[in-house]
């Protein structure tokens, strides 16, 4: 029996494909994510560094549901962050600003 795509990104904990983040709007944009694809097993601990202005809080709040990215998929544990259902941010997701 193989596993579903949805049963991958439950065991995989965090799964970003593709994921585009812009600020502003149309000839006002500035890209910050372009193209972003992350892998992140359960149950691991990761750091993520860079300079200023690189982009890190941005992603980081695109995984956690509070910015909506513009294009791509986000997946914590199978669900969709940010919506009611999903309980994502909840007790089995730390996020520590820094």
Known sequence: MSDTGA???ALAGVVVKDLYY????????????KGIDLNVAAG??????GPSG????T????????????????RLF????GTVKSRVPGVGVGYMPQ
Request: glycine share 14%.
């Open 7 to 9: 049963e991958k990104d």
């Open 78 to 81: 199978g669900r969709l962050p």
């Open 54 to 57: 690189c982009g890190k809080t």
């Open 22 to 33: 812009n600020y502003g709007f149309s000839s006002w944009a500035y890209p910050v994510l």
């Open 59 to 74: 992603l980081l709040k695109c995984v956690i549901g509070t910015l909506k990215p513009d294009s791509g998929r986000v």
């Open 44 to 49: 691991t601990i990761y750091g993520l560094l």
